[in-house]
DNA sequence: TGCACGATGAAC
DNA sequence: TTCATCGTGCAC
């Protein structure tokens, strides 16, 4: 299994998210290796993207979603969970990807179907905003093998305020996947 | 310095 | 449909 190199996040955004699909994140904690297959993602396309929160420009909650790519913007959300993303494209950009969902593969109790359980079952909080993914203890990487799978786009879920960015199809999901939060 | 509001999840 | 719960961002 290899970490995935820094130029594959410096890339459109659509094109990461779509290709995060079936990948492995992994999150080492206090020696115990995590592992989740990601199914589900929500592609976040910058300032000008009305549901991102780059869109209210540079501030101390996003300033990471502006830094360089390969990053991880950890933040939390109703004041009780967390959510992940990858931050996408070259510094500056102000993209990401959300995680969704994961299926289990290794060490992970509890559901992971939703950005906040997925958070939850990792072990991922907001120590981790701003960690950089070519790591040892946080990163993604492509497993051996991979069956083909079909992905599904979808609306994102809980942008309604985002006028016509809201109806964009920039939720992309492993079809008839169980662990897809919201099929 | 105060306050309205979430890229959620669970219960009713 | 309602609620738990609190950091962030912006108004004042």
Avoid at 11 to 19: G, H, K, L, Y
Avoid at 57 to 65: H, L, N, Q, S
Avoid at 95 to 101: D, E, P, Q
Avoid at 157 to 167: E, N
Wanted: proline share 7%.
């Amino acid at each position: 299994m290899e970490n995935l190199p820094r130029t594959f996040y410096d890339r459109d955004t659509i094109a990461v998210a779509r290709e995060l699909l079936g990948k492995h994140l992994v999150h080492v904690c206090d020696g115990v290796e995590r592992i989740g297959r990601i199914v589900e993602v929500e592609a976040y396309l910058g300032p000008h993207d009305l549901a991102a929160h780059s869109a209210r420009g540079r501030t101390e909650r996003t300033k990471t979603m502006f830094g360089p790519p390969g990053h991880a913007y950890v933040y939390l959300i109703y004041g009780m969970y967390h959510c992940m993303n990858v931050v996408t494209q070259a510094e500056g950009h102000a993209s990401a990807v959300l995680l969704r969902a994961v299926e289990p593969v290794q060490n992970v109790e509890g559901r992971t179907q939703g950005p906040g359980l997925l958070c939850k079952a990792l072990h991922i909080d907001k120590r981790l905003n701003g960690h950089d993914l070519f790591s040892d203890d946080l990163f993604i990487a492509a497993p051996a093998s991979t069956e083909p799978f079909t992905i599904v786009k979808r609306p994102r879920v809980g942008v309604d305020y985002a006028g016509p960015w809201a109806k964009r199809l920039l939720r992309f999901y492993i079809r008839n996947n169980p662990f897809v939060s919201r099929p």
